[in-house]
């Protein structure tokens, strides 16, 4: 299928109007069964249900250690914090989240392609995959800000030209992710739905979406339905466990006025399948940064 053919065929049209849709989402959520990966099928069947997964352990203690090194590096690097990659917060300053670190970072780099990571993005997906998007995000104690209800699917297709949710994130928790300090919530089920919605994408959105999501948050009388339908799991985990969830999941995180910052290791995994055209619903492209257009594979 030509880009021009894929561009124009939108089945997940938003931010055309002022009305907000509910859509059937469509295709398969798993693509690979169980003899394709390290998944088995009660664990894949999970995902294909609620969208997401748990892994209690993906890294070792020495590997944990390596990767709290390397984000300190980070955090505390000047030229890092003045790279247009690197995002601030609004009131404190404080570092939210530095982008592209599977390129600028051998750490990360490492991580970004490693057979536990990879092996499990090509399961679901189905295909070779490449990384879409990677990021550490800091949540400091006392400072880290919440982030509104959102599908990432929503803004990979409005603002980067991501024809289908056949995608995936993995969040690797550099620190303990308890039911207090900001943990992942997502709305189990969502997946299969996909919300549409209202207003314009603005000029160079992604300067305030990246530190605080406006364009592309569904509105209160949708998410109060989805929550009462699907309830809010908030996922708690040790540091070195994984989250992976789909890319249409809806999903958010609270602030965390504790004194325990919580971390993360965060890749984006696209299907080679599925690979970018123009934006959807927005008048230019983000960066590189936000969205890649390099589809060489991971792994």
């Not at 890092?80 to 530095?98: F, H, K, L, N």
């Not at 189905?126 to 990677?134: C, K, N, P, T």
């Not at 297709?157 to 900001?182: C, K, Q, W, Y």
């Not at 949708?222 to 040790?238: N, P, S, Y």
Request: proline share 6%; hydrophobic share 35%.
């Amino acid at each position: 299928m030509t880009e021009t053919l894929r561009r124009h065929i939108d089945q997940y049209p938003t931010r055309t109007d002022d009305e907000v849709r509910v859509i059937d989402r469509e295709g398969p959520v798993v693509w690979g069964g169980p003899d394709d990966g390290p998944l088995d099928a009660a664990t894949l069947a999970g995902f294909d249900a609620n969208g997401y997964l748990s892994i209690d352990q993906l890294i070792s203690a020495d590997e944990l250690e390596e990767l709290r090194a390397e984000l300190r590096r980070l955090s505390e690097d000047p030229e890092v914090r003045a790279d247009e990659a690197t995002i601030v917060e609004a009131a404190s300053q404080e570092v939210r989240s530095v982008f592209d670190i599977h390129r600028t970072s051998e750490v990360f780099k490492k991580i970004a392609n490693d057979p536990r990571v990879v092996g499990r993005a090509r399961q679901i997906l189905g295909s070779d995959v490449y990384i879409h998007q990677s990021r550490v995000n800091f949540k400091p104690g006392f400072e880290g800000k919440e982030f509104a209800w959102h599908s990432d699917f929503e803004t990979w297709h409005a603002e980067d030209g991501m024809p289908t949710p056949r995608a995936v994130s993995i969040s690797i928790s550099l620190t303990d992710n308890h039911s207090f300090n900001g943990p992942l919530m997502i709305m189990p089920g969502t997946h299969r739905k996909y919300v549409s919605c209202d207003g314009a994408t603005p000029e160079a959105n992604y300067k305030k979406s990246l530190i605080m999501q406006g364009a592309g948050v569904p509105d209160k009388e949708t998410l109060t339905r989805f929550a009462d339908e699907h309830g809010i799991d908030v996922l708690e985990g040790q540091a070195g466990g994984a989250i992976m969830f789909d890319s249409n999941c809806m999903h958010a995180s609270n602030g965390n006025v504790t004194p325990f910052a919580r971390s993360n290791v965060f890749i984006v995994f696209n299907s080679v399948e599925n690979t970018l055209v123009e934006p959807y619903a927005a008048s230019e492209r983000r960066p590189d940064f936000a969205g890649s257009r390099d589809f060489t594979p991971a792994g």
